[in-house]
């Protein structure tokens, strides 16, 4: 354990599995004190639970992204606990396969919900939390914000638009001077459950397909881990990123150099 991130309160969403629990768990061992927040509160308790058992400092909360009212609990539960938030990974998402031709509207608008109106409630939310006291925001895209997928239609346009959203953010909070740094990180192929669930839902021959294909136009030649997303997401969280804002870390193994 090192002192990155002493004394820094962060907020992350999505936080029970995947990258989210990679990331609170860098973040705990540089000395944040986490709040991890999930839909599926066990799982944030899980990794609260887990974290605090080593000897750092966690915080559970169940939280569903997509419910604006939330975000404001979830900030004032924050404000009486730690006295402010310095640190914002908006994390949770979701994808749902389907090409232009056979995604349903339902799918197509819960995947908007869920990934982009999200990091919207979430974005705004803190900037108001972080105003006076300056901060970070990390919003996490995905490379299918950068390239195009054909069998992930909704899921490219919902991450596109947190890149964009992400700059606009960005470049508000530089204007009015709020001392808020706003970027957006891009993971590759990193294998989490998300990536299972995902190939599960497809036919297998079409997931095994979609397997090869994506790790032979990976230049590493590998998916990435967890981790990795972390360390990035530590170094745009520390105040070793304090001259960046409205940028794009992008994390893929060489995925979209070609």
Known sequence: MSDRMQDKVALVTGGGSGI?????????DEGAAVVVTDIAADKAESVATSIVSTGGKALALGQDVTDEAAWGQVLAKISSEYGGLDVLVNNAGIVIPGTVEDASLDDWRKTQSVNLESVFLGTRAAIAAMKERGGSIINISSIEGIVGEANTAAYNASKGGVRIFTKSAALHCAEQD?????NSVHPGF??????????????ADEAEAMLARVTGNIPLKEMGSPVDIA?????LASDE??????????IDGGYTAK
Do not use: K, N, Q, W
């Open 20 to 28: 989210g629990e990679a990331i609170c768990r860098r973040f705990a």
């Open 241 to 250: 990123s304090t001259y960046m804002t409205g940028a794009e870390l992008v």
């Open 178 to 182: 709020y001392r808020i740094r706003v």
């Open 231 to 235: 360390d990035g997401c530590l170094f």
């Open 190 to 203: 990193i294998r989490t459950s998300l990536i299972e669930s995902a190939l599960a839902m497809m036919p």
